[in-house]
């Protein structure tokens, strides 16, 4: 398996310390060794190869820049570089790291109880149990404030009746955080897989996302234990924080398939001949796509690493972060369409990574805010004026 070389127009890996480089090494190896030799049957088979993730656990990849509990402390500029290469593999090997340190051990840890975190925080983070996030409900996807979930407190317990869906990870989880409304607003919930009246299913027929469990969530009459709530997540604006966690990890990770796919084409279009002998490089039109892809990815990198280093600082806001998924995710897209269009019908099929990102990237446009609606927090950021409704 050849070794990525990494796409760097302008230097600007000279932006980044010995041990940001070092982890972007280690992630990089891992993708290229462990996930590459797996990936176009994972995709094909829809599966998701569940037997990496003890050692994305050992790798300290889970959780990576959370502190404590076994977590591995690293900056976010670290766990940017960590998911810009996961993403190079494939959107749902990053989507699985993502859910499970940003939308399960970040609640637990922001939110949670002592006993919450020292009961589950370890345990996620070697890998030893998986979590999922629910929030997006049937009827409620942009609009998570509308939900139909309920959560009512009998004596010592809550009873959870509602229905999650699009959740990743959701059949194979141990533990759910559950978003739900209460007399007190919307609180967070833990919900161990087993507990009667809590019940999963899989959602199948994916064209996007395939290598990543997609599951429906469904609770009828399902008694928690009153301690499963997360005492500090009060009101929409915890999930949201979860969100930005997420949000932060897919614009690093959108870089990394933006990359695979414009270093498979520009490598193609040198080796591909037509008209006279001539590769299809040497064509203008050919040229032009590659200097927009590899221009966009520039710009990509930089705005990526300058939300990190905001984000390591404390100075970055949950608007900052919203520019960087859209516009990473949006030229990613794009630049997975101009690689998909060079390689003519080669790129159709799976001898080549770039349809398969192309798909993915589908989701990574529609998940965790649509492109409209981080455009819609950038437009009330710089104007004052909430236009969601
Ligand atoms: C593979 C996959 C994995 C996922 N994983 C999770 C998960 O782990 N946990 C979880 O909770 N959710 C998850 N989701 C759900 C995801 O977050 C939602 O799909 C997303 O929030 C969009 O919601 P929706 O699909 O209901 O689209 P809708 O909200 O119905 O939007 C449809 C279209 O309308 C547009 N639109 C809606 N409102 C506005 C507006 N005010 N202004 C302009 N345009 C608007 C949208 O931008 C979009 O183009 C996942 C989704 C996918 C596909």
């Known amino acids: 398996m050849q070794s990525f070389k990494g796409v760097d127009y302008l230097l600007i890996d000279t932006q980044f310390n010995e041990q940001e480089l070092l982890v972007r090494q280690t992630a990089r190896q891992f993708v290229d060794d462990r996930l590459m030799p797996v990936i176009r049957d994972c995709f094909r088979d829809a599966r998701f190869p569940t037997e990496l993730i003890p050692e994305l656990g050992r790798l300290g990849f889970l959780g990576a820049n959370l502190e404590g509990y076994g977590c591995a402390g690293m900056s976010n500029v670290e766990y940017g570089l960590i998911m810009q290469e996961l993403e190079r593999g494939d959107s749902g090997l990053r989507s699985f790291v993502s859910v499970q340190g940003a939308l399960v051990m970040y609640p637990i840890l922001s939110y949670g109880s002592e006993e919450q975190k020292q009961k589950w925080l370890p345990q996620l983070q ?9 929030l997006t409900e049937p009827g409620f996807g942009s609009n998570p404030a509308g939900m139909l979930t309920t959560a009512k407190k009998q004596s010592e317990c809550w009873v959870l009746n509602g229905e999650k869906t699009w959740i990743t990870n959701g059949t194979a989880a141990q533990v759910a955080v559950v978003w739900a409304r209460t007399e007190d607003g919307i609180r967070g919930f833990l919900v161990e897989k087993g507990t009667p009246g809590y019940t999963t299913s899989d959602i199948h027929g994916k064209w996007s996302m395939r290598a990543s469990v997609t599951s429906s969530l469904s609770f009828a009459d399902c008694r928690i234990p ?4 997360l005492p500090g997540a009060k009101g929409l604006k915890a999930p949201l924080s979860c969100l930005s966690q997420a949000r932060y990890g897919i614009g690093w990770g959108a870089i990394g398939a933006a990359m695979d796919c414009y270093e ?12 006279d002998d001539r590769p299809i490089a040497s064509h203008q039109l ?3 796509k590659l200097a927009w892809m590899i221009t966009e990815i520039t710009k990509a990198q930089l705005l990526a690493l300058q939300v990190g280093r905001l984000k390591d ?15 990473n995710v949006a030229i990613a897209l794009d630049t997975s369409r101009l690689a998909r269009d060079l390689l003519g019908a080669n790129g159709i099929t799976d001898e080549y990574p770039v349809m398969r990102h192309l798909c993915n990237l589908e989701t990574v446009k529609t998940y965790e805010g649509t492109d409209h ?11 004052g004026i909430a236009a969601y409704k």
């Open 313 to 327: 600082q404390r100075k970055v806001e949950a608007a900052h972060i919203s520019m960087l998924k859209r516009n």
């Open 286 to 288: 050919v040229q032009e």
């Open 373 to 383: 609606i981080h455009a819609l927090v950038i437009g009330e950021r710089v104007t």
């Open 264 to 275: 498979t084409a520009r490598q193609y279009s040198i080796v591909r001949k037509q008209f």
């Open 226 to 229: 009153a301690s499963n709530m």
């Open 126 to 134: 070697s890998g030893a149990v998986l979590g999922c996030f629910g």
